[in-house]
T-cell receptor, first 111, second 108 residues
Framework: DAKTTQPPSMDCAEGRAANLPCNHS???????VYWYRQIHSQGPQYIIH???NNETNEMASLIITEDRKSSTLILPHATLRDTAVYYC????????????FGQGTRLTINP | EAGVTQSPTHLIKTRGQQVTLRCSPI?????VYWYQQALGLGLQFLLW???????NRGNFPPRFSGRQFPNYSSELNVNALELEDSALYLC???????FGDGTRLSIL
């Protein structure tokens, strides 16, 4: 079973920041938070991951609460191409582990 | 660097038939993961191969099987196809999750 909880859907206006929440209250000390997205009819795409510090890359920012029980993925300037299902996953970094996907959040960017 | 490649992209079969799907991981990656994504459902883990060995499998019947070749490419075989096997079958290279775009299998 997935160890994360996400809202099933969200809307965001084009050009605005999209903030996608994720609850992972049972996360273990050695587990990282990973985010992926799946655009219609394509395979999932890795976005970002983090352990406890906030992370930023060219695609997004990841904010993890101090107690690590929740996190937020931020797309700073959403475009129509960011419309996708976003998955939040927790897993150990070291060691090969399968990814356990929940239902994700369907993010719709509106013009 | 070429990404994960899967073939074919689409496939139509009838009940009771058998199908083989193929996946080539990113060069240098030794692990291949197979996932099933049925319509309206999330991704379900199927099989994990590493260094030619099956390392783990998800909660799927034995008619789902596969293998990994010395070049680390992999095949997923599904026997005695059932209607509920209609899905997008995704292959991932390494646990970090470099995914291919999948094979869409339709069972008539």
């Amino acid at each position: 079973d997935a160890k994360t909880t996400q809202p099933p859907s969200m809307d965001c206006a084009e050009g605005r920041a999209a903030n996608l929440p994720c609850n992972h209250s049972t996360i273990s000390g050695n587990e990282y938070v990973y985010w992926y997205r799946q655009i219609h009819s394509q395979g999932p795409q890795y976005i970002i991951h983090g352990l406890k510090n906030n992370e930023t890359n060219e695609m997004a920012s990841l904010i993890i609460t101090e107690d690590r029980k929740s996190s937020t993925l931020i797309l700073p300037h959403a475009t129509l191409r960011d419309t996708a299902v976003y998955y939040c996953i927790v897993r150990p970094f070291q060691g090969a582990q399968k990814l356990v996907f929940g239902q994700g959040t369907r993010l719709t960017i509106n013009p | 660097e070429a990404g994960v490649t899967q073939s074919p992209t689409h496939l139509i079969k009838t009940r009771g038939q058998q199908v083989t799907l193929r996946c080539s991981p990113i060069s240098g990656h030794t692990s291949v993961y197979w996932y099933q994504q049925a319509l309206g459902l999330g991704l379900q883990f199927l099989l994990w191969y590493d260094e030619g060995e099956e390392r783990n499998r998800g909660n799927f019947p034995p008619r789902f099987s596969g293998r990994q070749f010395p070049n680390y490419s992999s095949e997923l075989n599904v026997n005695a196809l059932e209607l509920e096997d209609s899905a997008l079958y995704l292959c991932a290279s390494e646990a970090f999750g470099h995914f291919g775009d999948g094979t869409r299998l339709s069972i008539l």
